[in-house]
């Protein structure tokens, strides 16, 4: 009987698990059949070319030649996947996060009352106040590196078009090799910058995982406690310490 009633279990698990990728994954068709990055794109791109169609001459002359149809072509494509639609992956992230709260949260309440429980409840608020006061000390500087990086990116942009234009003079002049040089330093200096942004980001990506496989150890710890001393079952321990791993995980990707 037991034997019978651990394999109901196992079956009733395996079943769970296939109907949850099940509905995941219908969610994921439904979502991809809204086309909501297309029509973004669209909608934004159509309220620029209006834009543009509507402008002075002297609006136009603030602007270098093939900017304009350059935002049309790149930044619209630019705004729309890593700004727009990084808040629906945003939002389904937090709800992963909100489950795996919830379950963590019902392994523990499961437990006798002492400082081990305790600690165990406070694991995950922690590492999400740990990430959440990390990531607003270092959101300044990592969104001013990356502004600056665009900036230059601009600027070299800027001068491979004005150089295009002036080929003729270049020539004429025989100045291609200073013009050469000053681009070679115009890109030095974008990378100088492009490493300094990825380079401080990637920093704080390691700063979170260092906290979260610290609370990790935390929760190995003391849960292994409680496992031994039978108020833990193996199982709920497993559970729990990969709903934590998981939940830090979480966090870093979103």
């Not at 996060?97 to 995950?124: D, E, F, H, P, R």
């Not at 330093?185 to 990637?202: E, L, M, P, T, W």
């Not at 995982?209 to 150890?217: A, D, E, N, Q, R």
Request: hydrophobic share 50%; charged share 20%.
């Amino acid at each position: 009987e037991r034997y019978e009633a651990s394999f109901l279990v196992l079956g009733f698990v395996a079943v769970v698990k296939f109907i949850f990728t099940a509905v995941a994954h219908g969610v994921e068709v439904y979502k991809r059949r809204l086309r909501l990055r297309g029509k973004a794109m669209k909608n934004l791109r159509a309220h620029m070319f209006t834009t543009m169609l509507q402008m002075s001459d002297t609006a136009r002359f603030n602007f270098d030649s093939g900017d304009i149809e350059k935002c049309l072509d790149t930044e619209v494509e630019v705004a729309v996947t890593m700004v727009w639609m990084r808040m629906f992956r945003f939002v389904e992230e937090f709800g992963g996060l909100l489950a795996k709260l919830i379950l963590a949260v019902q392994i523990v309440v499961g437990l006798k009352a002492s400082q081990s429980t305790a600690v165990l409840l406070a694991c995950i608020p922690i590492m999400a106040i740990c990430a959440s006061v990390t990531f607003n000390l270092r959101r300044r500087q990592i969104l001013h590196l990356y502004g600056t990086t665009f900036t230059k990116e601009e600027n070299l942009m800027a001068f491979v078009i004005m150089s295009v234009a002036a080929t003729p003079l270049i020539r004429t002049y025989q100045r291609g090799w200073h013009f050469t040089r000053a681009f070679g330093q115009c890109h030095q200096s974008y990378n100088d910058v492009a490493f300094k942004a990825d380079a401080s980001s990637a920093h704080t990506v390691s700063m979170f995982k260092y906290m979260f496989v610290l609370v990790s150890g935390i929760v190995t710890v003391v849960g292994g406690r409680q496992v031994r001393l039978r108020t833990l079952s193996a199982g709920e321990f497993l559970v729990l310490l990969r709903t934590i791993d998981s939940f830090g995980s979480d966090i870093i990707s979103a």
